[in-house]
């Protein structure tokens, strides 16, 4: 098993910049993908950005130029650098491991974004 566990969420103005932390129980190494969703009240959750063990990156569009996401193996971390924030980022974020040989997909608890116009 792998547990998640996210922070860095907070309370930020539009235009200002967030960075958020998921600390991995096992090795980032061995887990295959790691992504980072969110989801806002009354909308279903949705994909931010990933990345995988090649070091592969995948963002949505709505992020594309504004976060980064990143690991560092040696610290069993993932981070998502989330600059220019607008109001529309208000969310829970989520961290997620895709994790075949360690039984699955894995999820956080979720840290809150609160971005104010």
């Known amino acids: 098993q792998v547990q998640l566990v996210e922070s860095g969420g907070g309370l930020v103005q539009a235009g200002g910049s967030l960075r958020l932390s998921c600390a991995a129980s096992?090795?980032?190494?061995?887990?295959?993908?790691i992504s980072w969703y969110r989801q806002a009240p009354g909308k279903e959750r949705e994909l931010v950005a990933t990345?995988?063990?090649?070091?592969?990156?995948n963002y949505a569009d709505s992020v594309k130029g504004r976060f980064t996401i990143s690991r560092d193996n040696a610290k069993n971390s993932v981070y998502l650098q989330m600059n220019s924030l607008k109001p529309e980022d208000t969310a829970v974020y989520y961290c997620?491991?895709?994790?075949?040989?360690?039984?699955?997909?894995?999820w956080g608890q979720g840290t809150q974004v609160t971005v104010s116009s």
């Open positions: 096992r090795s980032t190494a061995s887990i295959h993908v």
């Open positions: 990345i995988s063990s090649g070091g592969h990156l």
């Open positions: 997620k491991a895709d994790a075949p040989s360690l039984g699955g997909a894995y």
